[in-house]
């Protein structure tokens, strides 16, 4: 039976693979190291608490998301940082101040990487993300009210001044350090210069967090070490990194206090009631009639299990569904080059002889395989899990239709949506369907009212951004009795305008679809189906497919 | 018009070579910078001395309507300053584009630059194709990157203008488009993320926006 920690560390590694995308990486912990990092070398990333402000443990779920928090940022190293990890560790070998570009290096990827889990994941792990780097500003200022005599001129040089600026102003935002730092130096033009400076490297720093390009990245670098280097006297930096939280690979301990600790509670607090009201309130079982709010809620935690069974039960229409579809492509033959079988490639067949030498050569086959060309169009599906719907078609509706698009489109091809009182997005077109298919297994809208209009909405948006050369259908699946019903027919008239073809599928209680087929006809391409169970879909969307379609 | 390649070329022989048999194509052209970069001058003192006014301005203005027909129009990715890779698809758009570059040079009597625009085949190796592809995700990256600055900065200010708006959106549409032709690539992950980030920054820009309106009609 795995330990309580074997089971938070193998949710840790879980984030760091969504995060990298490398099914390679791997996650250890460790219990002396002093911060957490990621070794490129072994494509690892070792943990630890020991830069988490002392104390953390008392707040566990802190703790719990602060663990979170710091094995994302390393995940995000190894997709931003690691294509650079050879330009970038040449160019520290080059400079004179060996140790001072690592460190510059260090924050300016630092600042990369928080920007990018910030922004990418705005909901979740970024906002564990700020939390943590929020409270360790506040401990950092508050360690610079108390502790004014190691904070002291005597005791600084002008390189860890800068440095600790650029860390604690640059990455944790904090005003009251630069402050404070900045009257360390007493006054002279020789300060002018020095705020000049570190305002410009500021600036750039900040440029950097949208920079992609490796010749603008490097000229950042450069531009940031020429600075900094100014301020070392000759000197490389290796005095220590005395002001600098240790959560950025400095040595300032931090210790959490009451004060902040009620914060932390406050703030935890204040983000789980976001999320219970964006989930809304009342929930099966819960008691009391939850808000129609329509909003987005996060996407469901994927639960592999419930998904598996769904896609076990609905197995025959799946196949019935995809053995249809498939008539309607081309087979194509594609060659697939350097494979472990086949027939040799004749060109490298020299080299791969000279190389086979030294040890064993694989992957020199040309091989040729048969596939079906995938369809070029894009679906967007919405489905109704309100209450006034059979749930368990529901589920097996979305079930087929995931299925079937996951094997008969590409990823990048098709988006999902559930709506009840509120929404929640299975899938984007920018998501892989492997990645996001166990999300329907967990699915939580709130079943106490249909509010369609906004994720509808949220759909036309995304297929605004699809060129518009591809053929775009909508496929709606509900009993068509929804909120704000005039309105939803007003967006859907806008869709239908602009060329997106629409098939709705009617299931439970259909009497209104009649209603909303009459009234949409004129404006575009429009297709109906209604079903008794899902037994009857694969079928009745083949026939309708093929109408608005024109496909045979 | 069906664009041909000049030569016919064996696929086979190529690639024993060791030649990728795929070509890439390339949009060159050399437009001269009429405006020189000094800071501290004004505009018309930084002319450079061999165009008339005329000529500067004409030569400013196409070098934007160009760089946004390259951008927007034929989804091309930028190889060099003065040289863009494009889809094979889009060759009869960018002949168009080539052909009415050339007159509007050749109209302000710039023959020998008019000369200077083409459209070419390009035939390499299998590490130069890796390298063009290099060039071709850092820019869609960078080019990213850039509309989610501004629409960031739209969001920080309550507000951007249309046209900048529309820049952002079409700027997803294009690296949309084009990301499937980098699947392979070991950063196409990071584009994947970076596409996602851009249309949520956009669609948060756009609820803002609507907030804003629905305040705005209840004043």
């Known amino acids: ?552 | 018009m069906e664009f041909k390649l000049p030569i016919k070329l064996d696929k086979e022989a190529l690639e024993a070579m060791g030649l990728k048999s795929e070509a890439i194509w390339l949009f060159e052209y050399d437009i001269p910078s009429a405006i020189k970069n000094q800071h501290g001058k004004n505009v018309k003192e930084r002319i450079s001395q061999k165009f008339s006014l005329e000529q500067a301005k004409k030569l400013v203005k196409l070098k934007n309507w160009l760089s946004f027909q390259l951008k927007f129009k034929l989804h091309a990715t930028r190889n060099l300053y003065s040289s863009w890779f494009i889809s094979q698809n889009n060759l009869e758009l960018a002949e168009s584009v080539a052909k009415k570059l050339r007159s509007e040079l050749e109209a302000i009597g710039l023959h020998e630059y008019a000369n200077k625009v083409r459209i070419i085949p390009i035939f390499t190796t299998e590490e130069g194709y890796e390298s063009f592809m290099d060039r071709k995700i850092e820019f869609l990256l960078e080019f990213i990157g850039e509309a989610t600055e501004k629409v960031e900065k739209g969001i920080k200010d309550g507000f951007m203008s249309e046209s900048a708006l529309w820049r952002c959106k079409k700027t997803l549409e294009v690296a949309e488009a084009i990301k499937e032709e980098l699947k392979d690539h070991e950063r196409y992950n990071e584009l994947v993320d970076s596409i996602a980030i851009l249309d949520d920054l956009i669609n948060q820009y756009e609820a803002l926006k609507a907030e804003q309106k629905e305040k705005e009609a209840k004043n």
Request: a positive charge; charged letters at 30%.
């Open chain 1, 1 to 552: 039976m795995k330990t309580e920690i074997a089971k938070k560390l193998e949710k840790l590694h879980k984030i760091a693979l969504i995060i990298a995308k490398d099914k390679k990486l791997g996650l250890k912990w460790s219990r002396s190291a002093p911060t957490a990092f990621i070794n490129y070398l072994t494509n690892t990333i070792t943990l630890t608490d020991n830069c988490l402000p002392k104390g953390s443990q008392k707040y566990p779920r802190f703790y719990e998301w602060s663990l979170e928090a710091l094995v994302s940022h390393e995940a995000g190293h190894r997709l931003l940082s690691y294509p650079f990890f050879k330009t970038f560790s040449r160019w520290i070998d080059q400079k004179r101040f060996k140790n001072l570009a690592k460190e510059i290096n260090n924050i300016i990827e630092d600042k990369r990487v928080n920007y990018f889990i910030e922004k990418r994941y705005r909901l979740d792990l970024g906002k564990k993300l700020r939390l943590l780097y929020e409270i360790d500003r506040k401990l950092l200022e508050k360690k610079l009210e108390k502790d004014k005599e190691s904070f002291n001129p005597k005791k600084l040089t002008t390189m860890q001044i800068f440095l600790a600026i650029l860390t604690n102003k640059g990455l944790y935002n904090s005003e009251k350090f630069k402050e404070k730092a900045l009257s360390l130096i007493p006054e002279s033009s020789l300060k002018e210069k020095f705020k000049q400076d570190i305002e410009k490297a500021l600036s750039l720093l900040e440029k950097a967090k949208f920079t992609r390009l490796k010749s603008e990245l490097l000229r950042i670098h450069n531009e940031i070490y020429e600075i900094a280097k100014k301020w070392s006297w000759n000197c490389d930096f290796i005095e220590g990194k005395a002001w600098i939280p240790k959560l950025s690979g400095g040595e300032l301990e931090i210790e959490i206090d009451d004060e902040v600790g009620y914060e932390i509670e406050s703030q935890i607090e204040k983000g789980d009631q976001n999320q219970e009201e964006t989930e809304g309130k009342g929930k099966s079982g819960s008691g009391g009639f939850g808000k129609s709010t329509g909003e987005e809620i996060p996407a469901p935690t994927p639960d592999f299990e419930a998904y598996s069974w769904l896609v076990q039960k609905n197995q025959p229409e799946i196949q019935k569904l995809l053995r249809k579809l498939k008539k309607t492509l081309k087979p194509i033959t594609e060659k697939k080059l350097f494979e472990k079988q086949g027939r040799l490639i004749k060109p490298i067949l020299a080299k791969a002889y000279v190389k086979s030498l030294r040890r064993r050569v694989k992957r020199v086959y040309i091989k040729t395989i048969e596939k079906f060309e995938k369809e070029k169009a894009s679906f967007g599906i919405l489905v109704d899990f309100s209450g006034s719907v059979p749930k368990n078609q529901a589920f097996d509706i979305i079930t087929i239709l995931n299925e079937v698009c996951g094997n008969w489109l590409e990823d990048s091809s098709f988006s999902l949506m559930v709506f009840g009182a509120n929404y929640q997005k299975i899938k984007t077109f920018f998501e892989s369907f492997h990645n996001t298919k166990a999300r329907i297994g967990g699915i939580s809208v709130s079943s106490y009212a249909t509010e369609l209009l906004q994720p509808l909405e949220a759909m036309f948006r995304l297929f605004n951004n699809i060129t518009a050369e591809r053929r775009r259908i909508l496929i709606i699946a509900s009993d068509f009795y929804v909120d704000k019903q005039n309105k939803c027919l007003e967006v859907l008239k806008s869709m239908l305008k602009a060329k997106i073809e629409v098939i709705l599928i009617g299931f439970g209680a259909t009497g209104n679809l009649k209603y909303w087929l009459e009234t949409l006809k004129p404006y575009g391409k429009i297709g109906e189906l209604r079903i008794r169970s899902p037994k009857e879909l694969p079928e009745a969307f083949v026939e309708v497919y093929s109408q608005v379609t024109g496909a045979k």
